[in-house]
Each structure stands twice: as C-alpha cells, then as structure tokens.
C-alpha cells in the first residue's frame, strides 16, 4: 500500500517538474461530458446566447438566375416540373368552386367526344398555394372535383369511369386553381373477338 502512495507521489512530481499538469482525483472523467445532439436544448446550467444568429450571406448561398429560369415558379430550390399532360385543364378562381356558364360548355364538349371513347379519367383537383395541403385547400379541391364529376354524370357520363383526386395546393407550374382530366386507360369498346374452338 505505501509503495503505491510512493510511485504516485513520484508520478505527480514528475509531471509537476515536467510542466505536464496532473490529473486531479476529483476531475470528472471525460465520458461524464454530455453530448450534445442536433436539435437538443443546451443543457439548463448553460446560458444561451444572447446575440442572434446571423443569417448565411445570400450571394455565397444561392446562385444568381439566370434570364431564362427567373420567373419559372419554384417549390423550395429546385424549378417545378411542367403539368402533367390532361385531356381538359379547367380553371377555377381563387377560392371558388362552382363551374361558370363558359365552363360548362367547355366541360360539355369534352363529355361529347369521351362518350364516343372507352377508358377512364380521373378528375385532379388543386387548390391554394403551392404545396399546400392543408384541410381548407384539399377541401376546396375536392368540392372542385365534385362539381366537375356532377356535371359529366349529368352528360351521361357512368360515374365508373370517374375518379375524384382532391389534391390541394399543386406542385407542378401550371395553373394553382385548377381541375385536370386525366387520361387513365382504356379498354376496347364494342364486341370481344371471337376465338376457334
């Protein structure tokens, strides 16, 4: 017992002789220091900073657009994808739901030529700003889509061959109020071909 209080004795001597500061029995040991992880609040004994972050330099950030991509609509950083192909696009106004006499027309003359067609179409609703899909925006939509749908089922269009996709704000460019018809598949119309026994 008294050789190991004489070698650590020695030991600290030695580190004091050489400049090297000894270790302290009441230090805490290095794995008592707690991590901190993305997101956690500093720990309580610590004082936040009291002077704001400062926001990163915009001309080091982001590149400057060029003349053909400065009034493209973006969704966060990256330029929206043009509009998916559709048979009809019918635009609404902000925040209205009901189908204006022009419209109908429009509308009108699609049922026509699609019930001469086999296939299906699925009604793609959007409303309110890009990406949003909130309960207010999908709810407009789909009262959108509805008034779309009742309209064909009152052309004579078979409520089988329509589907209802209340989809909220849009995330593509084209128009943000707007009811697409899109083109699902299609299916041979009239008599199946007869097969030899």
């Known amino acids: 017992m008294t050789s190991h209080l004489w070698r650590r004795t ?23 220091v707690p991590i901190m992880r993305p997101g956690a609040l500093p720990p309580r004994d610590q004082a936040m900073p009291d002077a704001p972050l400062a926001a990163p330099d915009a001309a080091s950030t982001t590149e400057p657009l060029s003349p053909a991509t400065a009034g493209e609509p973006k969704f966060g950083a990256v330029p929206l994808a043009p509009p ?69 089922l009152a052309q004579g269009i078979d409520a089988e061959r329509i589907d209802v996709q209340a989809l909220g704000g849009a995330r593509d460019a084209g128009p943000h109020d707007r009811v697409d018809i899109i083109q699902q598949g299609r299916q041979s119309r009239g008599k199946k071909a007869k097969t030899a026994n």
Not at 12 to 27: I, N
Not at 88 to 116: C, M, N, Q, W, Y
Request: aromatic share 6%; charged share 25%.
């Open 10 to 32: 020695a030991l600290l001597a030695a580190c004091l002789a050489a400049g090297v500061p000894a270790l302290a029995d009441d230090s805490p040991p290095v794995d008592a």
């Open 84 to 152: 998916e192909a559709a048979l009809e696009r019918i635009a609404f106004e902000p925040g209205e739901v009901t189908l204006s006499a022009p419209v109908e027309a429009h509308i009108k003359e699609f049922s026509d030529r699609f019930k001469a067609e086999a296939g299906r179409v699925a009604l793609k609703a959007y409303a309110g700003d890009i990406g949003d899909v909130g309960m207010n925006a999908r709810r407009t939509a789909l009262k959108r889509a509805l008034a779309v749908r009742q309209f064909l």
